[in-house]
């Protein structure tokens, strides 16, 4: 079975452009959750998607948007890009269904090799 | 809310000898914790889990956590470190009230093994 697979794998911008990330979960997973991670703030939680509707959303500004597609496949966008915006973005796939955390019910996360976002 | 604190930010230990990882929690409720482990250049692995079953907890490649409510306390072992543990290591939890995925994560652990 595939595992997660992110592209592009490497990426760099300007200041003020904007960037599409694509996730494409492992087959028969429902959900898909964003990751950022950087040296100075860790991983952070963006968002979560399960059956195209965003489920969780993390505290970041409105230029960090995502959605989902009918085939599960997941794309992040960030508008006007700035310097800070530069990162690791990990996807996680998962199952998904119903509280994820829940005795034996958790629905394990299996992570992408990440995005590298670097902004100039 | 619900945190993780990961009490070390570099931890180093010589091949063969054991291997302590600390993380303490803060939770009103009794949480889910998880250890992920991310090797250079590779994804986010998940090592072990505890969703209030068993407090004694067996991981993949011979790491195990022990939950202990009365510390807060989720501390990752091993006994004989490996040079392939190299890595670093995620103390990481899902908020009780949560319906979904969203993992809150420790600031990580850097362990060092020396040949």
């Known amino acids: 079975k595939a595992g997660v697979t992110q592209t592009p794998r490497y990426l760099i911008k300007t200041r003020g452009q904007q960037v599409t990330l694509s996730c494409s979960p492992i087959?028969?997973?429902?959900?898909v959750s964003w990751y950022q991670q950087t040296p100075g703030q860790g991983l952070q939680f963006l968002f979560e998607y399960f059956s195209e509707t965003q489920r969780n959303k993390g505290n970041f500004p409105g230029r960090f948007s995502g959605r989902q597609f009918s085939n599960s496949r997941s794309e992040m966008n960030v508008s006007t890009l700035e310097l800070g915006d530069s990162a690791l973005y990990l996807c996680?796939?998962?199952?998904?269904?119903?509280?994820?955390?829940?005795?034996?019910?958790?629905?394990?996360?299996?992570f992408g090799p990440g995005t590298r976002l670097t902004v100039l | 809310a619900q945190s993780v604190t990961q009490l070390d930010s570099h931890v180093s230990v010589s091949e063969g000898t054991p291997v302590l990882l600390r993380c303490n929690y803060s939770s009103s409720y009794s949480p889910s914790l998880f250890w992920y482990v991310q090797h250079p250049n590779k994804g986010l692995q998940l090592l072990l889990k505890?969703?209030?079953?068993?407090?004694l907890v067996k991981g993949i490649n011979g790491f195990e956590a022990e939950f202990k409510k009365s510390e807060t306390s989720f501390h990752l072992t091993k006994p004989s470190a490996h040079m392939s543990d190299a890595a670093e290591y995620f103390c990481?939890?899902?908020?009780?009230?949560?319906?979904?995925?969203?993992?809150?994560f420790g600031g990580g652990t850097r362990l060092m093994v020396k040949p």
């Open positions: 996680a796939s998962s199952l998904g269904a119903g509280r994820a955390a829940s005795g034996s019910n958790y629905n394990e996360q299996f």
């Open positions: 990481v939890v899902i908020p009780f009230n949560n319906a979904g995925n969203m993992l809150t």
């Open positions: 087959s028969g997973h429902r959900s």
């Open positions: 505890y969703t209030s079953a068993a407090t």
